[in-house]
Structures are given as structure tokens and as C-alpha cells.
């Protein structure tokens, strides 16, 4: 494949996805829905006109990061403070809930194994797959509806980036107790250490831009700066922390959310992430799946893969919710909202491909699971909220 042939893969993905996202909106489903479904029909198990590259991927991942950093930049505060508690159990329930059943799922499917045996932690990597949330779907289509603000939407952005701190721990004490080395206690300390840097640079970058602010405000070396520290924040959490780079971008909108020019930040994000960065990150899921290798024992897996998957997020976090005093109709939002898969989901199961706790004919219901999941989580949503008003809280 030649060195310009992106630029044609670019044209086909930005006009589908459009196109297939105002069709999504016509028919009343968010327009994320449609973009999904337009990179499945040009990808490689339909027309084959796309294929997945690196560098699509790269550009999907840097249009993940700016979602997360405009979710966190029109984050409140004093909401997300407010919710904290309450998303750390509605994280820990979306956890645990999904563990259990992913494990059970594939002691079901391949006989019950002692613990400590290569076949019980494989059982154990499936449920740690179901654990990862990827809140950037539900960020999109909140944002579409104009919730994503609300006690809800703040509710279930603090829970999914908790969420998928746990998530990776889980898998590394898994990959740990697998490999019999100590790196277990090393992720914990890790994590602490990132937030504990994230405080201090916080800190100092919101006097900075406060600066900013003052002296030069509605000028475009704001968002060049906030982008930096967006993409800086990022690079130290993945590679430096061993944290998701998603969680770095979010914190740093979180830094900046509070300045006079947050909006304005917002305003100029936006427009290179729907321009060509959101799309391509939508359209990629459905370009990385490839069905032509189905049979009927693995499709009989990944039907009762996905279906465990999205109910037991559903019940983990709706439960907690629930017993949290959210209404009957808002918790079944927070479930609804955290069923999601994405990226990390992705992540997940390529470390699980390289140290050995997956066979590679899995995938297909991993990608299966996002497709699905990435789909019905906007159109559920969409639903539920024109059914059910979001109920205002003290």
C-alpha cells in the first residue's frame, strides 16, 4: 500500500461516516451509531474498501483522547466532587459484577478448573476483558443530547474513569499471579503515584492558566497550551504510570475546567474532533472487524459472551445506583451508560494475546462485544432519556 493511499481511505471514511451518521439521525438514533456502522460496511468484512492501518489507529486514538479531554473540560467540579463516593461504588460494582460473570461464562463453556491452573486464569481474563468500560461512545451521545452535564452523565464519567483504573489493576494482579512475578503491588503504587503527579501539575498548570486567562483571554495560545497538556498528561500516564492514556486527557480537562475560557478550550477541540478525528475513531471500530473466520462454537460463545457482558455491567452498576438514591430510570442509565467497550476493551485483550491468556480465535468476541455494545449503548440511551427525564438532585 503506497504512502498516499490514506488520503483515499480518509475521503471514503469521512464521507460514509457523515453520511451513515445523518441517516442515524434522521432515524432518531445518535449520529455516533451511524458512524459505527459506516466503518463495519467499508471494512474488511463487508465492501473492503478501508482497511486498518497504524496510522489509522493512531488517529483514532488521538480522536479518543480529544474526547475525553473536551468531557473533561465541560466536566463541573463541584458535581464531580459531589458524585465521587458514588462513583467509586458504581465503579467497583462494574468491576466485580463483570469478573465474576466472565469468568463463570468460560468455566461454563470449557469445564470448571482449579485455581491456580492456566485454564482458571484464561477463565479469569475473560472477566477482566468485561470489566473495561469505555466512556467516549456514551461521552459522545450524552454530549449529542445535552446531559452529559447532569448528575447522571457526571455520575457516569467519574465512575468509568475509576472504573478503568481498577480494570487495570485487576488485569495486572491476574498477569502477575499468571507470569509469578511481583508487579502486582507495583501497579497500586503506580496508580497513587499518577494522581498524586496529577494533583501537583494540576495545581501549578491551573495558576498558569489562570495567567493566561487574565492576561490574554479568547487568544488561541490557550487551547495550543491546554492541547499540550492534554497530550503531555497523557503520555506520562500510559507510559510513565502504566495508567490509560484516556485517564490522563480526562484529568487534564479536569484541570482546566474550572478557568474563565474553559468553553472557548471546548469551542476549538471540537472542531478537529468532529471534523476528522471523532469520525475516524468511530468509523475504526467497525474497520478492525473481521467475521469471516466464525464458526458455530465460537459464535455460540460470543453471543453468550456479549449478552453477559452488557447485562452484568447493567445489574453491577444499576444495583449500586440504585442504592445510592438515583431513580429506578436513572440508575438503568448508569448501567446502561457504563456497558460500553472500546479501546480499552481492545487493550485488554491484546495483553491477554501476549503473555498467553487468550487464543486468538477470542478476539472475534471481543470485537463483536464493541460493535454491539458501541451501537445499542447511544440508541438505549437516546430512549431512556426521551422516555425518562433525568430527575434533578439535591
Not at 472477566?127 to 461521552?139: D, E, K, P, Q
Amino acid at each position: 500500500m503506497d504512502k498516499y493511499s490514506i488520503f483515499r481511505d480518509l475521503a471514503v471514511i469521512l464521507v460514509t461516516a457523515k453520511c451513515f451518521g445523518l441517516l442515524a439521525r434522521r432515524c432518531k438514533a445518535p449520529q455516533v451509531a451511524g458512524e459505527i456502522v459506516a466503518g463495519l460496511l467499508i471494512g474488511p468484512s463487508v465492501l473492503g474498501l478501508v482497511q486498518s492501518s497504524d496510522f489509522m489507529a493512531e488517529l483514532a486514538e488521538i480522536g479518543v483522547i480529544l474526547l475525553m479531554f473536551s468531557a473533561g473540560l465541560t466536566t463541573e467540579l463541584k458535581k464531580l466532587i459531589k458524585t465521587g463516593p458514588v462513583a467509586f461504588l458504581i465503579a467497583c460494582s462494574g468491576v466485580a459484577v463483570p469478573l465474576a460473570g466472565g469468568t463463570f461464562l468460560y468455566m461454563g463453556f470449557y469445564g470448571a478448573s482449579a485455581v491456580g491452573t492456566d485454564e482458571f486464569y484464561r477463565a479469569v481474563f475473560i472477566g477482566c476483558i468485561m470489566t473495561a468500560t469505555s466512556v467516549s461512545i456514551t461521552v459522545e451521545a450524552l454530549r449529542e443530547m445535552g446531559h452529559l452535564q447532569g448528575t447522571v452523565g457526571t455520575a457516569l464519567l467519574s465512575a468509568a474513569i475509576i472504573d478503568d483504573v481498577i480494570g487495570i489493576i485487576v488485569l495486572t494482579f491476574v498477569i502477575g499471579f499468571k507470569s509469578d512475578s511481583a508487579q502486582s503491588g507495583q501497579v497500586i503504587i503506580q496508580t497513587v503515584l499518577f494522581f498524586l503527579f496529577a494533583i501537583v501539575v494540576g495545581l501549578i498548570s491551573y495558576r498558569f492558566f489562570k495567567f493566561l486567562d487574565d492576561r490574554y483571554p479568547h487568544t488561541q495560545r490557550i487551547p495550543i497550551f491546554g492541547l499540550a497538556l492534554c497530550f503531555g498528561l497523557s503520555y506520562i500516564a500510559e507510559v510513565h504510570f502504566g495508567i490509560a492514556d484516556i485517564t490522563g486527557a480526562f484529568v487534564a480537562g479536569i484541570i482546566l475546567c474550572s478557568i474563565k475560557d474553559s468553553d472557548y478550550i471546548a469551542k476549538k477541540m471540537d472542531v478537529s474532533s468532529s471534523m476528522i478525528f471523532g469520525p475516524v475513531f468511530f468509523a475504526s471500530i467497525g474497520l478492525k472487524t473481521d467475521i469471516s473466520d466464525l464458526n458455530v462454537n465460537i459464535l455460540l460463545f460470543s453471543l453468550a459472551f456479549i449478552l453477559v457482558a452488557l447485562v452484568t455491567k447493567i445489574i453491577g452498576c444499576g444495583l449500586i445506583g440504585k442504592i445510592c438514591r438515583f431513580s429506578t430510570s436513572d440508575s438503568l442509565k448508569i448501567g446502561v451508560g457504563m456497558m460500553t467497550r472500546g479501546e480499552v476493551a481492545l487493550i485488554v485483550a491484546q495483553k491477554g494475546l501476549a503473555v498467553g491468556l487468550m487464543e486468538p480465535v477470542y478476539f472475534t468476541a471481543v470485537i463483536l462485544l464493541i460493535i454491539v455494545s458501541s451501537i445499542a449503548t447511544p440508541v438505549l440511551l437516546k430512549l431512556l432519556y426521551s422516555r425518562y427525564p433525568e430527575k434533578e438532585y439535591a
